[in-house]
């Protein structure tokens, strides 16, 4: 059977639903309102309202708007009926729900982050029924492991792969910030993480393998702690080429680690008693929105992949990085730069699923897919990717 992506050659533009008016849903809503591969493109939200106003944010003909309970697997078959391709950018809890309605009405399929460490088991059925579900293709996960597999392309062994995601935002209004999903944040932050090391995996406990990376001005030295992330199960799975060593850091200033783990002593993350008060859902609804936050914010987001092993029988060192201010993102994009990359990365690999540049079946991880057609897209959408290749001496 035939994907409906297909139907490109015929000239026809696929619709597009997004699930999720966020930060990063409008970005990519906006992205994909003005390319020509891309139809009519429906924003779906629980809070229809929000979906509403992100449409007529968009000013765009293509953009339509609905309410929608991502739970609700009946609600989302009709909403995917005439669709080419849907996205969840609402919480990745959702993910399966959606790929099953997806599945259900022979539609592609796309989100920014993984819900489980094997996401990638029933990819014979999307295969068999000739359709894609592009798995983590947001920021980092996205774009870092686009950057691996670039830098990992031009390698005869790969040694080690380190992903960084450094930041230094702060707000004048909040003391407290998350700039993608509080609740992703807080969770992911808080849960043991894994790294694969000398080709098999480490478990590490909350905060732990700490370092101060150096990341590229203006940002420079960021504490950095190990953090459960996508990359670590994807990318020694399909990078290949000998690689012992994969790890995911993320920089938490010692306010944020403190204010963490004062969440989690205080049991503010319990969801208490059914039907009665309950801690995790006071507490983030008390925090700011990450889609709030544009103009509010100041210093710098990063995502940085540096990739170690052999080329041409000497030892290199190929790190591929982007570095994106936040009050440029907002003035530009009217977005954090984290949700302007994030939602970039979102809709890249979308509109080149659209455009037929990406024709694999099944389920895929980005690091599976040819890097190239990315870069031109994201130089377009004002994404500066930079690299340093440095030689380090000959292997012995």
């Not at 996205?87 to 993984?114: C, K, M, W």
């Amino acid at each position: 059977m035939d994907s409906r992506f297909d139907s490109i050659l015929s000239g026809r533009r696929p619709h597009v639903l997004v699930i999720g008016c966020g930060a990063v849903g409008s970005v990519a809503a906006h992205h994909l309102a003005a390319d020509e591969a891309i139809g009519d493109v429906l924003l779906a939200d629980v809070d229809g309202e929000l979906a509403k106003r992100t449409a007529a944010h968009l000013r765009s003909p293509k953009a339509r708007a609905m309410q929608i309970d991502a739970s609700d697997e009946d609600a989302l078959r009709r909403a995917m009926r005439g669709c080419g391709l849907v996205i969840n950018t609402a919480l990745p809890r959702f993910n399966r729900r959606i790929q099953s309605a997806a599945l259900g009405e022979h539609v592609n399929y796309l989100d920014p982050a993984n819900d489980s460490a094997d996401p990638f088991a029933d990819s014979d059925t999307w295969n068999a029924a000739g359709l894609t579900a592009l798995c983590a293709m947001g920021e980092d996960p996205g774009l870092s492991n686009v950057f691996a597999r670039y830098a990992a392309d031009g390698m005869d062994r790969v040694e080690s792969i380190k992903v960084r995601d450094g930041d230094t935002a702060s707000s004048p209004d909040y003391p407290f910030i998350a700039l993608f999903s509080p609740e992703t944040f807080v969770e992911e932050t808080l849960a043991p993480s894994r790294i694969w090391r000398d080709g098999k995996y480490d478990s590490v406990p909350p905060f732990g393998e700490f370092e101060t990376y150096e990341f590229p001005a203006p940002i420079g030295p960021l504490p950095v702690y190990s953090v459960d992330h996508e990359e670590v199960d994807t990318l020694p799975r399909f990078i290949g080429k000998g690689v012992r060593h994969v790890d995911f850091k993320l920089a938490l200033d010692p306010a944020t680690v403190q204010t963490l783990k004062l969440f989690r002593d205080l049991h503010l993350l319990e969801p208490g008693a059914a039907g009665g008060p309950s801690p995790r859902r006071a507490l983030f609804a008390a925090l700011p929105k990450p889609a709030d936050l544009a103009g509010r914010v100041d210093g710098y987001a990063a995502i940085l992949v540096e990739v170690a092993g052999e080329r041409d029988g000497q030892h290199v060192v190929h790190t591929v990085y982007s570095v994106l201010g936040h009050r440029e993102a907002s003035e530009k994009f009217g977005a954090t730069a984290t949700a302007y990359l994030t939602g970039t990365g979102v809709a890249a690999g979308a509109i080149l699923l659209a455009s037929g540049a990406i024709r694999e079946k099944g389920k895929v991880s980005p690091e599976t897919l040819d890097p190239g057609p990315f870069f031109p897209l994201l130089r377009k959408f004002g994404v500066d990717v930079r690299e340093q290749v440095r030689w380090e001496r000959s292997v012995a």
